[in-house]
């Protein structure tokens, strides 16, 4: 309601401001009111789809990457040369071997 009371108030105020600047008064009227509309109108929310269940592969595979990897890193934690590539490998490979992991 506020907002609607300023608007207004801010429309009054341009178009004096047009008129005072020379602008003939039925278009600084209209420009006024063409400023204060608002252009976009609110758009609904949209509804937010659920989380992608994980596949049994993508679990096995999972399981599988969190046994393999500790073979493919240094001491300190760090990725070998081409660990990440070749625990991955060896991941899927064990994956896709056994069922229960």
């Not at 109108?41 to 599988?64: C, D, N």
Request: include cysteine; charged fraction near 30%.
């Amino acid at each position: 309601m506020a907002t609607d009371t300023i608007s207004s108030a801010l429309c009054g105020v341009m178009e004096q401001a047009l008129i005072e600047k020379g602008v003939d008064a039925t278009l600084a009227k209209t420009l006024a009111k063409k400023a204060c509309e608002p252009t976009l109108q609110a758009v609904p929310g949209v509804a937010r789809k659920g989380v992608k269940k994980a596949s049994a592969y993508a679990i096995r595979y999972g399981r599988a990457f969190k046994k393999v990897a500790k073979q493919f890193k240094t001491k300190s934690g760090s990725w070998k040369k081409n660990g990440f590539r070749n625990a991955q490998k060896a991941a899927h490979k064990l994956a896709k071997t056994s069922k229960k992991i």
